[in-house]
């Protein structure tokens, strides 16, 4: 691999492997108490929009692997990937507002916590399409981001869920 992505190639397998180990944890946890996660929509939600971020730093890296990949295409499917994550971000932060329930404190910082990856990779596609290479810099935020944000994320499901 050469040129300024294969100079990633290092950072992209350690966020693979990362990404996909997560994801997979977060899918086991989940399903210990799946059927109380189910009947609480705000989880369900919640949940979804984490595991979308987790598979958007998967894929993101994993693209990043691949030889002799155009740094234009790249942002192009970032930008896709993004977009395609952030419809789970969108569908968590409505399911959210929705809900009446009093005990549901800060809706707002719930809501944006599943769209800072998607931002981080939207910028980062915009970047790369423009001929920035600081949108591999960018790309690497979003990676960080998507991990972050499914951790805590997840890990106030899997609290919730048990109160």
Known sequence: MTGALGEWS???VAMAGASAALAGL???AASVNIDKIIRAGTLTARLGAAIAALVLALVASALGLVPRLDLTWYGII??????????FAVHAMRVLIRDNDP??????AKAVLGFLPVAGYLAAGVALIAGSPVGLVLTAVGCLLAVVAAIVMSWVV???VLR
Do not use: K
């Not at 005990?103 to 707002?108: D, F, L, N, S």
């Open 78 to 87: 970032l930008l896709v990937c993004a977009v395609a994550a952030g419809m």
């Open 103 to 108: 005990e549901q404190r800060a809706r707002g």
């Open 26 to 28: 977060v899918i086991v």
């Open 10 to 12: 290092d950072f992209n």
């Open 158 to 160: 899997l609290v919730e």
